[in-house]
């Protein structure tokens, strides 16, 4: 079973960056895929990135590709989301996730973290 608690969020103009993390507990970390989500209010739970358990590939939907980088650090049990170029529709709820094999469907991922609030203004 793996914890796993986000960071980093906030409040950042457009065209601003931030940086979250996810710790995760438990020394099987490194075998989970790790999965980064959003969701806005009144809208649907989106997919953000996604990391390999050694971290040689990433996901992204085109929505952010370019912008967002998903990273890990196996030694710390971290996952971070570089964001750069925000715009304000990147204001959502982020969530990190878990599971052991690689996937794009929120509903695939078996743990979630509390969420943190990123907040983009124009």
């Known amino acids: 079973q793996v914890q796993l608690v986000e960071s980093g969020g906030g409040l950042v103009q457009a065209g601003g960056s931030l940086r979250l993390s996810c710790a995760g507990s438990?020394?099987?970390?490194?075998?989970?895929?790790m999965g980064w989500f959003r969701q806005a209010p009144g809208k649907e739970r989106e997919f953000v990135a996604a990391i390999s358990w050694a971290g040689g590939s990433t996901y992204y939907p085109d929505s952010v590709k370019g912008r967002f980088t998903i990273s890990r650090d196996n030694a710390k049990n971290t996952v971070y989301l570089q964001m750069n170029s925000l715009k304000p529709e990147d204001t959502a709820v982020y969530y990190c996730?878990?599971?052991?094999?690689?996937?794009?469907?929120?509903?695939?991922?078996?743990?979630w973290g509390q969420g943190t609030q990123v907040t983009v203004s124009s």
């Open positions: 996730a878990a599971r052991r094999w690689v996937s794009t469907v929120g509903s695939e991922y078996d743990y």
């Open positions: 438990g020394d099987t970390f490194s075998t989970y895929t």
